[in-house]
């Protein structure tokens, strides 16, 4: 009888993994947990997480494992015969009892990640990002930094019909852009977001941020950064026929990098897809010149 429970999941175990093992280029999209985010707000919603996911495996196991136990050994075949006792308080008692402990042990650190995650007070920096179709704006509170965040050119004419470029040969199709965003690291910022047209909604998954940019409404969020690099994200509300080409591009610098960044001396160069040192124009049109010498 228990063999005959247990084949369909075994049938089904050893078609995954043969599909698996056959198509080991698919493997890395078979992740089976969280990813590793890189701020502050990540860490306590993946501990919370893994948490959870622990007390409910147990509870899992436990119970089916009780269950399929009865289903092998409770069998009239085997002589054995059904109870004839209505209920049990004891038993009612223990069943109401130890689901409500657990749920209030779950919601004590729940709510302290909800509250964490609401609190925008004693931010550093605050930047108010804008969705437009099919584009971001970043403007820089109490600095003098504005700027449009647009699909880079490379994706651009990769996607336009009849351009003959694979995609594939576009390092991050369709997740780069001309000009990114720059934050210092283990820095609280402050995400002011709205939109000009339609909802849109901003997404970095490293850093466990999703917010919807309402028009006419502010929403607030916030991440600290804790490790320098570049981050990608994108668009999570369907806005239109250009819902796929408005990436999101975060670079997390060094305090200096970004106030050089913010000084002009460095800027987004999307081909190289990296922070680089500003070229001027006049030196550039003087090396033109001695070189033309």
């Known amino acids: ?58 509870a899992c196991v436990g119970v089916f494992g009780f269950a399929f136990y009865t289903f092998a050994t409770c069998r009239k075949s085997q002589g054995v015969k059904a109870a004839t006792f209505s209920h049990s308080t004891n038993a009612e008692i223990i ?38 179709q099919w584009k971001w704006s970043y403007d820089y509170l109490g600095e003098d930094k504005f700027f449009y965040s647009s699909l880079d050119k490379a994706s651009y004419a990769a996607s336009q019909r009849g351009s003959d470029i694979d995609p594939d040969s576009v390092e991050n199709y369709l997740r780069n852009v001309d000009n990114a965003m720059v934050v210092p690291v283990n820095k609280k910022i402050r995400l002011l977001l709205t939109a000009s047209d339609v909802i849109h909604s901003w997404w970095v998954p490293e850093f466990y941020v999703k917010k919807d940019a309402i028009p006419g409404f502010i929403n607030e969020t916030w991440f600290e950064a804790t490790e320098t690099g570049v981050y990608r994200g994108q668009c999570t509300e369907l806005c239109g026929r250009g819902h796929g080409f408005m990436p999101i591009v975060v670079v997390v610098a060094t305090q200096e990098r970004y106030e050089q960044w913010l000084a002009g001396e460095l800027r987004w160069d999307e081909i190289q897809q990296q922070l680089v040192a500003t070229v001027n124009d006049n030196a550039k049109s003087a090396t033109t010149s001695l070189a033309a010498l």
């Open 1 to 58: 009888m228990l063999i005959r429970l247990c084949k369909p999941a075994i049938f089904a175990a050893i078609i995954i993994g043969t599909a698996v093992m056959a198509a080991p280029e698919a493997q890395a999209a078979w992740e089976l947990d969280m990813p590793i985010g890189v701020t502050t707000i990540s860490d306590e919603i993946f501990g919370l997480h893994r948490l959870i996911l622990i007390i409910c495996a147990v």
């Open 95 to 132: 069943w109401t009892l130890i689901p409500t402990l657990i749920l209030i042990a779950l919601a004590i650190p729940s709510a302290r990640g909800i509250i964490m995650i609401e609190d925008t007070s004693g931010a550093d920096m605050s930047i108010k990002v804008t969705g437009y």
